[in-house]
T-cell receptor, first 110, second 114 residues
Framework: DQQVKQNSPSLSVQEGRISILNCDYT??????FLWYKKYPAEGPTFLIS?????DKNEDGRFTVFLNKSAKHLSLHIVPSQPGDSAVYFC?????????FGAGTRLTVKP | NAGVMQNPRHLVRRRGQEARLRCSPM?????VYWYRQLPEEGLKFMVY????????ESGMPKERFSAEFPKEGPSILRIQQVVRGDSAAYFC????????????FGDGTRLSIL
């Protein structure tokens, strides 16, 4: 069951431009959403999160947007840097469950 | 380094053998989660444990797989009679608070079945 979907397996962006990673979910019971970043041969690292009571959360170059009616969230990275190249997983959770998307591989070209 | 520690990093087993994967949570964390990542797929939740208790094992296969988190020592994910389909990266995460809040992940154990 694919309760969390990241429909773009990969994304390539020029350094300095904006990266937009998208995520859709189906379960309206999810109330907390997270983005993780993963480098090869390492575990995922927590990046940023958002509660369902908000529609935006910003942390430096990273902003997460939540559209509850559309059950959609996105991660914006601006400006993108080569070091941002990694696989990004979105996750949706409530107290009883957490589901991850399949990931989007972001490549930032110098 | 007080991060989540998993060992071994790589484990090779032949079909039918047992695999034991270990996870030491971050200091002060009493909640442990195990995930499996198959090639080209996302992280699939397997089990959530607190000290000496399994809280949620809804993602765990019913047979051959078991997990524990004893009062003393690391959490163990045990796979008996491994098959080729068990080949995957297994990640452990820990958190301080109850529930699926931001978790800190280990670097995973890559299990290969010959």
């Amino acid at each position: 069951d694919q309760q969390v979907k990241q429909n773009s397996p990969s994304l390539s962006v020029q350094e300095g431009r904006i990266s937009i990673l998208n995520c859709d979910y189906t379960n309206s019971m999810f109330d907390y959403f997270l983005w993780y970043k993963k480098y090869p041969a390492e575990g995922p690292t927590f990046l940023i999160s958002i509660s369902s009571i908000k529609d935006k959360n910003e942390d430096g170059r990273f902003t997460v947007f939540l559209n509850k009616s559309a059950k959609h969230l996105s991660l914006h990275i601006v400006p993108s840097q080569p070091g941002d190249s990694a696989v990004y997983f979105c996750a949706a959770s409530n107290n009883n469950d957490m589901r991850f998307g399949a990931g989007t591989r972001l490549t930032v070209k110098p | 380094n007080a991060g989540v520690m998993q060992n071994p990093r790589h484990l090779v087993r032949r079909r039918g053998q047992e695999a034991r994967l270990r996870c030491s949570p971050m200091k002060g964390h009493s909640h442990v989660y195990w995930y499996r990542q198959l090639p080209e797929e996302g992280l699939k939740f397997m089990v959530y444990l607190q000290k000496e208790n399994i809280i949620d094992e809804s993602g765990m296969p019913k047979e051959r797989f078991s997990a524990e988190f004893p009062k003393e020592g690391p959490s163990i994910l045990r796979i008996q009679q491994v098959v080729r389909g068990d080949s995957a990266a297994y990640f452990c995460a820990s958190s301080q608070k109850q529930g699926f809040q931001p978790q800190h992940f280990g670097d995973g154990t890559r299990l290969s079945i010959l």
